[in-house]
Protein backbone atom coordinates (compact mmCIF):
# COMPACT_ATOMS: atom_id res chain seq x y z
CA UNK A 1 0.00 0.00 0.00
CA UNK A 2 1.39 3.52 -1.00
CA UNK A 3 1.69 6.40 1.81
CA UNK A 4 2.16 9.63 0.37
CA UNK A 5 3.29 12.92 2.60
CA UNK A 6 2.92 16.13 1.56
CA UNK A 7 4.91 18.88 3.20
CA UNK A 8 6.06 22.75 2.18
CA UNK A 9 2.41 23.94 3.17
CA UNK A 10 2.25 27.36 5.39
CA UNK A 11 1.32 30.78 6.23
CA UNK A 12 2.15 33.28 3.21
CA UNK A 13 1.45 36.82 2.15
CA UNK A 14 -0.66 36.99 -0.91
CA UNK A 15 1.92 37.79 -3.90
CA UNK A 16 4.23 35.24 -2.38
CA UNK A 17 5.09 31.85 -3.47
CA UNK A 18 5.05 28.50 -1.59
CA UNK A 19 6.42 25.03 -2.96
CA UNK A 20 4.33 21.68 -1.91
CA UNK A 21 6.08 18.33 -2.10
CA UNK A 22 4.69 14.80 -1.70
CA UNK A 23 6.60 11.73 -1.34
CA UNK A 24 5.60 8.23 -1.76
CA UNK A 25 6.70 4.93 -0.24
CA UNK A 26 5.20 1.24 -0.49
CA UNK A 27 5.10 1.75 -4.20
CA UNK A 28 6.77 2.84 -6.95
CA UNK A 29 4.98 6.04 -8.40
CA UNK A 30 6.54 6.17 -12.05
CA UNK A 31 3.33 4.48 -13.69
CA UNK A 32 1.16 6.51 -12.11
CA UNK A 33 -0.61 10.17 -12.91
CA UNK A 34 0.08 12.39 -9.96
CA UNK A 35 -1.37 16.00 -8.96
CA UNK A 36 -3.00 17.71 -6.23
CA UNK A 37 -6.20 18.87 -5.26
CA UNK A 38 -7.08 21.61 -2.53
CA UNK A 39 -9.74 21.75 0.06
CA UNK A 40 -11.27 24.52 1.81
CA UNK A 41 -13.38 24.62 4.49
CA UNK A 42 -16.88 24.74 3.66
CA UNK A 43 -15.99 23.81 0.17
CA UNK A 44 -15.73 20.69 -1.95
CA UNK A 45 -12.55 18.95 -2.98
CA UNK A 46 -11.42 20.99 -5.74
CA UNK A 47 -8.45 19.82 -8.57
CA UNK A 48 -5.84 21.87 -9.24
CA UNK A 49 -3.28 19.87 -11.23
CA UNK A 50 -2.30 16.22 -12.73
CA UNK A 51 1.04 15.37 -14.39
CA UNK A 52 1.25 11.87 -16.57
CA UNK A 53 3.73 9.62 -15.44
CA UNK A 54 6.44 10.52 -17.88
CA UNK A 55 5.90 14.23 -16.62
CA UNK A 56 5.30 15.14 -19.96
CA UNK A 57 1.58 15.76 -20.38
CA UNK A 58 -0.13 18.36 -17.71
CA UNK A 59 -3.51 19.60 -16.78
CA UNK A 60 -4.86 22.73 -14.72
CA UNK A 61 -7.53 24.07 -13.31
CA UNK A 62 -8.40 27.30 -14.78
CA UNK A 63 -8.18 29.04 -11.25
CA UNK A 64 -4.18 28.24 -11.10
CA UNK A 65 -2.79 27.93 -14.83
CA UNK A 66 -0.16 30.18 -15.13
CA UNK A 67 0.43 30.89 -11.28
CA UNK A 68 0.98 27.02 -10.37
CA UNK A 69 3.71 24.68 -11.70
CA UNK A 70 3.03 20.71 -11.26
CA UNK A 71 6.22 18.62 -11.89
CA UNK A 72 7.80 15.10 -10.47
CA UNK A 73 10.60 13.35 -9.96
CA UNK A 74 9.75 9.81 -10.59
CA UNK A 75 13.43 8.84 -9.15
CA UNK A 76 12.88 10.46 -5.56
CA UNK A 77 8.90 9.11 -6.17
CA UNK A 78 7.61 12.61 -5.33
CA UNK A 79 5.57 15.25 -6.94
CA UNK A 80 5.97 19.28 -6.57
CA UNK A 81 3.66 22.10 -6.42
CA UNK A 82 5.09 25.41 -7.16
CA UNK A 83 2.79 28.16 -6.19
CA UNK A 84 3.22 31.77 -6.93
CA UNK A 85 1.34 34.70 -7.17
CA UNK A 86 -0.88 33.61 -4.16
CA UNK A 87 -4.14 34.90 -3.81
CA UNK A 88 -6.18 34.34 -0.31
CA UNK A 89 -9.13 32.27 -2.06
CA UNK A 90 -5.62 29.69 -2.87
CA UNK A 91 -6.10 29.04 0.72
CA UNK A 92 -7.04 25.80 2.11
CA UNK A 93 -5.83 22.14 2.91
CA UNK A 94 -3.69 21.03 -0.40
CA UNK A 95 -3.66 16.74 -0.73
CA UNK A 96 -1.40 14.77 -3.03
CA UNK A 97 -2.71 12.07 -4.91
CA UNK A 98 -1.61 9.04 -7.48
CA UNK A 99 -4.35 7.11 -10.04
CA UNK A 100 -4.08 4.80 -12.91
CA UNK A 101 -5.98 7.11 -15.52
CA UNK A 102 -5.60 10.56 -16.13
CA UNK A 103 -9.76 11.00 -15.74
CA UNK A 104 -8.93 15.17 -16.89
CA UNK A 105 -9.88 17.58 -13.83
CA UNK A 106 -11.37 14.90 -11.92
CA UNK A 107 -10.30 15.67 -7.88
CA UNK A 108 -10.15 12.28 -7.27
CA UNK A 109 -7.49 10.16 -6.98
CA UNK A 110 -6.88 6.48 -5.85
CA UNK A 111 -4.72 7.04 -3.06
CA UNK A 112 -4.07 10.81 -0.83
CA UNK A 113 -1.46 11.19 1.21
CA UNK A 114 -3.19 13.68 4.74
CA UNK A 115 -2.93 17.31 3.04
CA UNK A 116 -0.96 19.94 3.92
CA UNK A 117 -2.52 23.31 4.82
CA UNK A 118 -1.94 26.61 2.85
CA UNK A 119 -2.80 29.95 4.35
CA UNK A 120 -2.60 33.35 2.39
CA UNK A 121 -2.76 36.34 4.31
CA UNK A 122 -4.60 39.58 2.16
Known amino acids: QVQLVESGGGLVQAGGSLRLSCTAS????????MGWSRQAPGKEREFIAVISSSGANTNYADSVKGRFTISRDNAKNAVYLQMNSLKPEDAAVYYC???????????????WGQGTQVTVSS
Open 26 to 33: GRTVSRYY
Open 97 to 111: GIRRFNYGSSPLFDS
